[in-house]
């Protein structure tokens, strides 16, 4: 029997060998792929369980940090500014995932991207696992002017340096306390997601980078352009008819003017009082290609590549939609009929007319910095996209600045301050007057230090909001807001 | 090791005791200060208490079988240690019953000792373990006392204790098939069947092989325990093959668990899931699949070395306490712990099928085969089920895994085996025993 019992032992062997390799492959080969799978709540249960870095503002204000606790987990998040900067740094919920700068800087905050300096031989022995401190391109002041600018109205407010891409102001209204996502008591957390996902204002969703709105006569800037790029009009020719309805071809819905009033004249003229008849009559000049073309190069179908989850891209039309359509070329050249934008788009068509044509990458983080104060990640300023010519920039601006001199956004005048802005007012079409309230906006014209995009969403409710009026003072309290920063500059 | 004094087997046992001990309490102080930065405050009182248990034990062994092997029991110690330290991982008061459950097992290795003084004594109960195994086996069927746990009726209440009467019965049946095959083997051994290359007995010979595939298809429909139905066919299997020395059973054991399989696949729902997971668990990752891949997700977590002793996060799979211990071993210890609980495991199987080498008697040789063949199958089908590369079956995992039922009945076997090493070492020429020496004067 012993030669069987030998037997027995070498398939024993056999079947363990076996074991063995397929433990490799589990704990070695497979690893990394494992450690990524969705499922795998490993990775999110350590993140709370362990020590995360503090996030402040480019001013210095602590926005998010980790404080020990006794509960289910050692530490909890905490956001001592509650709302004001929900929609810069997101949330940290055990249930509900990470959004904002907690996810896109999960790793930096965790310390997992940051290589541990040894610093002398201990170090060799402990586990040393520094988080990373995250300081903002935000500043708390200016963040502050737009949320109480904009006060209890819904809206958003996206405020960018355009020579370095720093996103000084994004706040969206209504915001959420981001504290009540991070707590430890999951019902008490499920229960208030759900209360602000059954909010008609809906808290959650951040209006500055994820919602497309019609982006109404900002959109003019687009439309001037492709006109001006295209060579179709120049400063001086041609001088657009006073007319108070443009005739449209194949309908008869004649384009009208804000107000029934008549308007025309030369290009500055007409982008100064925002003249829907002159643009309708621009865009059917320079045709539906040009636009789009105009609108990709300010990044219309394009993501932009802030640096937060989830941004969407603004939209143009397809060119399909306009064959026998000439009615919306006319409609698109006003910011009409398809076109749709986020906040952040259009404050960056603003920085790229005051950056002579280039946008800038935006980014929400300045630096990264270990826990022994070392810079680790710093912004570095980086052109994402032409969107034209610097002398088509040139005369835009210009263009703009006439806007505020004595056009339609005059509430932007600044002593001192070269200012200019573009206005829209986009009709909603729906029962009963009704719009969003728009206005782009840049300062100082020589040395820019901010382009603003204010957004005041309109509903039965608002009535007829005119960006002038009602989006103007929002910006102008915004750039004062800048202005009064300090120079980072010596 | 033959030939060697039993005092020195015994020395070398009690050493590899203290080394079991010692890593266990480190593993333990160790997985406290990764969980709660602090020592567990039961640490020296459990200390002692595992002291205690192990030195009766091996005081036991050195009186009542000095000349037994001495690396089975520090393995087993081990085991069940490292078993402890990872149950009060997931769940502290399973880990005080389990602290209970050891003490209770200790007792009945000792009882085995003391009961148990030849291991040929035990032939002559054959058909009274034949009716203790398979009444044990149908135990939980009974309406009134069977509980379906988990959706298995595998339980019997007994008050407020639950028990897995399985894990007993698969000593009594291994003991059974030994004395049943001792007599029988040789008339099932002549082979005067043809089919093709294949030399078959007798087909009148083939009933208790049928009888064996019945029960156990029992056990697998009506219990819904793949696992035990398994094992208790691949012991008969086996030891009919080590008794007859004929791979004919071989074959035809393999070919009639295959077609018991097939048939288990495509009539059985609860079958077929296990199938289907096995295979593929991925597109099921959320609910059938769960186990399997938090299982995976564990190993992959743990890597080489593991996360540490309590810094990995048992709880999230379920049943980590009993058939999914080994993937927390596999996250906080890696690689490494993995690889060593199989090498202890791998130790024990050899050193049992060493003692059936050298037993002296055929009894003796097939009752320490099927004892082996037990710890061999069943430690290897739950850790190819956890591992995926077997379907998974639920079953403990001998020595580590949480539960009484289980933990008494490995003891028990290991005192067995014990005894029979006991007897090889007296009658090939070892030390006189002064026990034997009183049993004789008795």
Redesign the interface.
């Known amino acids: ?6 037997r ?2 070498v398939v ?2 056999a ?2 060998a ?3 390799v ?3 492959l ?3 080969v ?6 990524a ?1 969705p ?4 990775a999110i ?2 993140d709370f369980e362990q020590p995360r870095g503090t996030i402040q503002t480019a001013d210095g204000v602590v926005v998010a940090r980790s404080v020990i606790v006794n509960g289910p987990f050692e530490r909890q998040r905490e956001y001592p500014e509650g709302e004001l900067f929900a929609p810069v740094t997101g949330f940290f919920s055990f249930t509900f995932g990470t959004d904002g700068v907690e996810r896109s800087y999960n790793a930096e905050l965790t310390g997992r991207d940051i290589e541990v300096r040894i610093r002398n031989i201990a170090d060799l022995f402990v586990d040393r696992r520094p988080t990373g401190n995250i300081t903002l391109t935000v500043a708390k002041s200016v963040q502050q002017a737009a949320a109480q600018a904009l006060g209890d109205r819904r809206g958003a407010v996206v405020a960018v340096n355009p020579q370095t891409g720093a996103v000084l102001a994004l706040w969206s209204s209504p915001s959420f306390d981001p504290n009540e996502l991070s707590q430890h008591d999951q019902s008490a957390v499920t229960a208030a997601r759900q209360a602000m996902l059954d909010n008609p204002a809906k808290p959650l969703t951040n209006r500055a980078i994820r919602e497309r709105y019609f982006p109404g006569s900002t959109f003019k800037i687009v439309t001037a352009t492709a006109a001006l790029e295209t060579g179709t009009v120049t400063p001086t020719e041609p001088v657009y008819p006073t007319l108070s309805a443009l005739d449209l071809p194949t309908t008869n819905r004649p384009l009208t003017n804000f107000g029934g009033s008549s308007c025309g004249g030369n290009l500055f003229r007409v982008i100064q009082v925002s003249c829907n008849t002159a643009f309708g009559q621009m865009g059917l000049d320079v045709g539906a290609e040009a636009l789009a073309d105009a609108a990709a190069g300010y990044g219309f179908g394009q993501v932009p590549p802030l640096d937060l989850p989830a941004v969407v891209a603004a939209t143009f039309p397809p060119l399909e939609a306009f064959d026998r359509n000439l009615p919306a070329v006319a409609q698109s050249a006003i910011g009409q009929f398809d076109v749709q934008a986020t906040p952040l788009q259009m404050a960056l068509m603003a920085a790229a007319v005051v950056n002579g044509g280039s946008i800038v990458r935006p980014q929400v983080v300045a630096e990264v910095r270990d826990d022994a104060g070392e810079v680790i990640a710093r912004l570095e300023p980086r052109e994402w996209r032409r969107a034209m010519g610097s002398e088509t920039a040139d005369l835009l601006e210009q263009a703009m600045i006439g806007v505020v001199d004595g056009g339609t956004a005059t509430v932007l005048r600044t002593p001192g301050v070269s200012v200019g802005a573009k206005t829209g007012t986009a009709e909603l079409g729906g029962e009963g007057p009704a719009s969003h309230a728009w206005i782009i906006a840049f300062a100082p014209a020589d040395d820019p230090k901010v382009a603003v995009a204010v957004f005041v969403e309109g509903d039965e409710t608002t009535g007829t909001q005119t960006g002038g009026r009602i989006a103007g003072p929002i910006a102008k309290a915004v750039i004062d807001a800048v202005l009064a920063l300090p120079d980072p500059r010596p | 090791m033959r030939g060697r004094p039993a005092t020195s087997r015994r020395n070398t046992e009690l050493g590899l005791l203290v080394l079991a001990i010692v890593t266990t309490a480190g593993l333990y102080a160790l997985a406290g200060l990764g969980h709660n930065a602090s020592l567990p405050a039961n640490l020296v009182p459990l200390l002692v208490f595992f002291c205690a248990l192990l030195v009766t034990a091996h005081m036991a062994v050195r009186r009542l079988a000095p000349g037994a092997d001495g690396v089975l029991l520090p393995i087993a110690g081990l085991l069940n240690g490292l078993g402890y330290v990872f149950i009060a991982r997931v769940d502290e008061d399973l880990a005080g019953l389990q602290a209970t459950w050891t003490a209770v097992g200790i007792g009945a290795f000792v009882a085995t000792l003391v009961v148990v003084r030849r291991l040929r004594d035990l032939d002559r109960y054959r058909y009274t373990f034949a009716v203790v195994g398979v009444g044990l086996l149908l135990l939980p069927l009974l309406p009134g006392i069977g509980r379906n746990i988990n959706g298995a009726r595998l339980w019997v209440s007994l008050g407020p204790i639950n028990v897995q009467p399985g894990e007993a019965a698969k000593i009594a049946l291994a003991i059974f098939f030994a004395s049943y095959l001792v007599e029988k083997r040789d008339l099932l051994s002549v082979a005067t069947f043809r089919v093709g290359p294949l030399l078959l007995p007798d087909p009148k010979h083939l009933g208790p092989l049928l009888i064996a595939w019945g029960g156990s298809l029992v056990v697998m429909v009506a219990e819904r325990d793949l696992g035990s139905s398994l094992l208790f066919f691949a012991l008969f299997v ?1 030891v009919l ?3 007859t ?1 004929r791979a004919a059973y071989l074959g035809l054991g393999g070919a009639m668990f295959g077609a018991g399989a097939l048939i288990a696949w495509n009539a059985f729902d609860h079958v077929s899931a296990r199938v289907r997971i096995w295979l593929d668990p991925w597109p099921e ?2 609910d059938a699949g769960f186990q399997v ?1 938090q299982a ?9 070395a593991g996360t540490g002793p309590g810094l990995g ?1 048992p709880t ?1 799979i379920p049943a980590a306490e009993t058939d999914f211990i080994f993937a927390v071993i ?1 996250e906080e210890l ?2 490494l712990g ?2 060593a609980v ?1 090498a202890g ?2 130790l024990m ?2 050193t049992g ?1 060493r003692i ?2 050298r037993a002296d008697g ?1 009894f003796e ?2 009752v320490a ?1 099927g004892l082996t ?1 037990i710890l ?1 199958v069943q430690s ?1 089908i739950i ?2 089920g956890v ?3 077997v379907p998974l079956t639920g079953i403990t995992l001998p020595f580590v895994s949480y539960g009484g039922s289980s933990l008494i009945a490995n003891y028990v076997l290991l005192a067995l085996l014990l005894r029979i090493s006991d007897r090889t070492t007296s009658l090939s020429g070892g030390p006189p025993r002064p026990v034997a020496a009183g049993e004789r004067a008795r």
Do not use: C, P
Not at chain 1, 39 to 42: D, F, G, K
Not at chain 2, 296 to 304: D, K, R, S, T, V
């Open positions: 029997m012993n030669s069987r019992i030998r027995l032992g024993v062997a079947l363990y076996a074991l063995f397929q433990l490799n589990l704990h070695l497979r690893a990394d792929e494992y450690s799978h499922a795998n709540s490993r249960k350590r | 086996v093959w080590v008794a020395q990752a959320q891949v995976a997700f564990a190993f992959g977590w743990g890597g080489l996060q999230i596999g890696g690689l993995t690889t199989l495991f791998l199987v050899g099928l059936a080498m055929a040789k097939l085969v063949t061999a290897f850790i190819g591992v995926r590369l």
